[in-house]
Structures are given as C-alpha cells and as structure tokens.
C-alpha cells in the first residue's frame, strides 16, 4: 500500500466495509504484526469476512473504510457503547460514541499520515450532530496511540478491564476536539 504524501483531515472520504468484498484487503492489515492490538493476528480469511458480517448486522455498529482518491487506506469502526464494548463498564451519556481505528503497515509511511486519519474520523463521527463525545479503550500498552488520541483532544479516565485486555478508557468531547484542533 503506498500512503499519499500530503494529508489533511477533508482529502478522506468514508464508505461502508462490504465484509466479503473487502475480506482480502482487511485481512491482510488485520494480521500484519503492526495490528497485534486489533487481537487478529491469527484470523484465517473466513475469520474476518464472519467478525465483519457481524458487524454489518449489527445496528450498533458500523465499519467504515477510509478512502483517499478512492483506495482504502485505514479502518474505522463506531459503535454504540450503551450496546457494545463497555457495557458495565462505564456510566455512559447522552450522544456517547464509542471509536476504533487502524492505519494498515506500509512500506513508504509518510510523516503525519496517522494523525490526519484520526482528524479526519473524529471530523466524520462529530459531523453527527447527536455526538456529545467519542469514547475509546486502547489497550494500556499502545502508547503511540494515547499520544495521538492526545493530540486531538482525548483525555484518559481511568484503566478498566475488559474480557480481552486492560484498556485505558478516554473521551473527547466536541469542545475538547475543536480546542485540539485550534492549535
């Protein structure tokens, strides 16, 4: 996969994951060793096409590939965290979104290239107006993405344990976002 060499937050567009359309293409970011956090790293083929259609029919949450001049170059999920991932684990409120996101290895990676992606799907999830805040739980361990979630307005709560992982619980609010990115 080549990354484009000039990124800002409105050079992505969004569409739906077709889960057997785009089984191939998630696999194999799923599985390289950059994503061990995503816990696919052993997946077979079937395995991801079965996580996606779960996904697809599920109405409280959705995938979404990220597009630049219409070739897909990260992941991104929203669910609802009322239904999914922190059920119990959090008090939820109003307008909750909750957000995963990947950006695929590459050969040829361009300085600033993650961070526009992360803009440019907390631009894309606060575009609704109903979204009060995003709330994430990246494992404690991933670093580099507590520093990007930093950099967009992310503020860390509390460690939780989740059934797969010690995660650290953050949110960022619309103000927060707009604040981070006033700077």
């Keep these: 996969m080549t990354s484009p060499?000039?990124?800002?937050?409105t050079?992505?567009?969004f569409r739906?994951?077709?889960p057997l359309q785009d089984a191939e293409l998630l696999h194999e970011w799923?599985?390289?060793p950059k994503a061990a956090y995503w816990m696919m790293q052993?997946?077979?083929?079937e395995d991801v096409e079965r996580a996606y259609m779960e996904v697809a029919a599920d109405e409280h949450q959705e995938a979404l590939l990220g597009l630049h001049d219409g070739e897909?170059?990260?992941?991104?999920?929203?669910y609802d965290p009322v239904h999914r991932e922190l059920v119990g684990l959090y008090e939820p409120r109003p307008g909750d979104v909750g957000m995963h996101f990947l950006v695929p290895a590459t050969d040829t990676p361009v300085s600033?290239?993650?961070r526009s992606v992360i803009t440019a799907v907390m631009t894309h999830l606060f575009e609704d107006p109903r979204t009060a805040r995003v709330v994430v739980e990246p494992d404690v361990g991933n670093t580099a993405v507590h520093a990007l979630n930093e950099a967009v307005g992310f503020v860390p709560e509390r460690e939780i344990q989740k059934p797969e992982k010690k995660a650290l619980l953050s949110f960022c609010t619309r103000e927060q976002f707009e604040r981070a990115m006033s700077v």
């Excluded at 052993?42 to 083929?45: E, K, S």
């Design 5 to 9: 060499t000039a990124m800002t937050a």
């Design 11 to 13: 050079t992505f567009t």
């Design 16 to 18: 739906p994951l077709d």
């Design 30 to 32: 799923l599985t390289h």
């Design 42 to 45: 052993d997946a077979r083929l």
């Design 72 to 78: 897909p170059v990260f992941l991104m999920e929203r």
């Design 112 to 114: 600033g290239f993650t």
